[in-house]
């Protein structure tokens, strides 16, 4: 296990709701990066945060939006859910940015009806 | 656009072979790539990593090699075991670009007894 841990496991909202999918980080880590991944397909980068700031985006529209918390937990809010958003939904913990050492959760599936 | 891609979506193999997963990608000014595995039901592990100015790096029982003349990248797993078998990774960073690390579709690698 890798300390990061993922809260709901499991969720169903419908088209037209809004989403709250939380993340707490390994101990020691202070950035946190979310991916959306889709069904057999490799995970897409949403953002990162540090030290509680956003440090880079892909290229998803401004409904999905991040917190990070003075712990370094992490939300991903998701406004206006639409049926592509059905996914599983990743977030990373490390320490000062770093990739290659990054830790994943075990994801949230997101559902959308 | 930028595209981290994979030759074989699926690669079966017999247990205590040899395993190559390979991948391609397209952005040129790439200077960092990762190998993950993913296991059902748990986010990405990372396996290995290398540098552009690196051809290979060796870990335990896996290889990476990255051709950067043909823009080719390859994973190999000597002496394939059961707990291999999971769905492969590459990914590829452009360090400066706000840490946006993309990932390519992936490969089911399935071990056969």
């Known amino acids: 296990e890798t300390g990061v841990t993922q809260s709901p496991t499991h969720l169903i909202k419908t088209r037209g709701q809004q989403v709250t999918l939380r993340c707490s980080s390994q101990s020691g880590h202070n950035t946190v990066s979310w991916y959306q991944q889709a069904l057999g397909q490799g995970p897409q980068f949403i953002f990162q945060?540090?030290?509680?700031?956003?440090?880079g985006r892909g290229n998803f529209p401004p409904r999905f939006s991040g917190l990070q918390f003075p712990n370094y937990s992490s939300e991903l809010n998701v406004n206006a859910l639409e049926l592509d958003d059905s996914a599983l939904y990743l977030c990373?913990?490390?320490?000062?940015?770093?990739?290659?050492?990054?830790?994943f959760g075990p994801g949230t599936r997101l559902t959308v009806t | 656009g930028e595209s981290v891609g994979l030759h074989l979506p699926t690669l079966s193999v017999q247990e205590g072979d040899n395993s190559i997963i390979n991948c391609a990608y397209s952005?040129?000014?790439?200077?960092?790539f990762i190998w993950y595995k993913q296991e059902s039901g748990k986010g990405p592990q990372f396996i290995i990593d290398?540098?552009?100015?690196?051809d290979k790096r060796q870990g335990q029982r896996v290889t990476v090699l990255l051709n950067k003349t043909v823009k080719h990248l390859s994973l190999q797993i000597a002496a394939t075991q059961p707990g291999d078998s999971a769905v492969y990774f590459c990914a590829e960073l452009v360090t400066g670009g706000g840490n946006k690390l993309t990932f390519g579709t992936g490969t089911q690698l399935k071990v056969e007894l």
């Open positions: 990373a913990s490390s320490f000062d940015r770093g990739i290659g050492e990054q830790y």
């Open positions: 290398i540098r552009s100015n690196m």
């Open positions: 952005n040129s000014a790439s200077d960092y």
């Open positions: 945060y540090y030290r509680e700031e956003e440090n």
